[in-house]
């Protein structure tokens, strides 16, 4: 799933003459967003925060009896205007909201707006456009799949698990893995799904009967 993308302006052309070619749009997000969480949502709503039916004062009530709900909203802005940076384009801002909505999240125990907002940090950081930082996105994809354990939502950990091995053995050579250990990690993925694949594991074991 992509992010929005910026509109690119046309140039005012002559009269009489051909308009020139419109420029193509600077995407707003990794272009290897899809290979990490392809069904992860363009926005996430905090579970602790008020209904959006209720009007401004109800809400305002409710923030003033409860702060935890106060926190709730801060995360969920903090989330909303990092979403709002990469669908114009500032990455660097992007990010910091990203990780401001994380660590307020975690705080208030928003276990999943923490980790849509751990997952896209790693997203940015593991594209090799700067900024780039391999060790740290896989410490925000962890993170994220803590927090996605945190409020029962297995399917998604498991998935961002797979998705982070295999994205591990693509960039073995930028890691600097020991040669030994990239065969291991290739065959654990051949042969096992790196331990997620149950049906890899039993062809494996059909096939070597077989054999």
């Known amino acids: ?5 910026q509109e690119a302006g046309h140039a005012p052309a002559d009269r009489g003459a051909r308009p020139p070619p ?3 749009p600077t995407p707003a997000v990794p272009e290897a967003f899809d290979e990490i969480m392809p069904e992860s949502p363009v926005t996430a709503e905090a579970d602790f925060a ?36 990469a669908a114009q384009g500032d990455e660097a801002l992007a990010i910091t909201e990203y990780l401001k909505a994380s660590k307020i999240a975690e705080t208030a125990r ?7 907002a751990c997952q896209r940090v790693g997203d940015f950081l593991q594209h090799p456009r700067p900024p780039v930082d391999l060790e740290r996105a896989f410490r925000m994809y962890r993170r ?10 297995t399917a998604e950990a498991r998935h961002l698990t797979y998705a982070l091995m295999r994205l591990r ?3 073995a050579h930028v890691l600097r893995l020991p040669v030994l250990q ?9 042969t096992a799904g ?18």
Do not use: K, N
């Open 1 to 5: 799933m992509q992010y929005p993308h």
């Open 169 to 171: 053995l693509r960039r």
């Open 22 to 24: 419109e420029p193509s």
């Open 110 to 116: 928003e276990w999943y707006l923490a980790a849509v």
């Open 50 to 85: 008020p209904l959006p039916e209720l009007g401004p004062a109800e809400r305002a009530d409710l923030t003033a009896v409860d702060p935890y709900q106060a926190d709730s909203l801060h995360a969920q802005a903090a989330f909303d205007r990092a979403v709002a940076a």
């Open 144 to 153: 994220a799949i803590a927090a996605y354990e945190q409020c029962g939502l």
């Open 182 to 190: 990239r065969f291991e990690l290739r065959l654990y993925w051949a």
């Open 194 to 211: 790196f331990g997620l694949r149950p049906l890899r594991v039993v062809g494996t074991a059909l096939t070597l009967v077989l054999l």
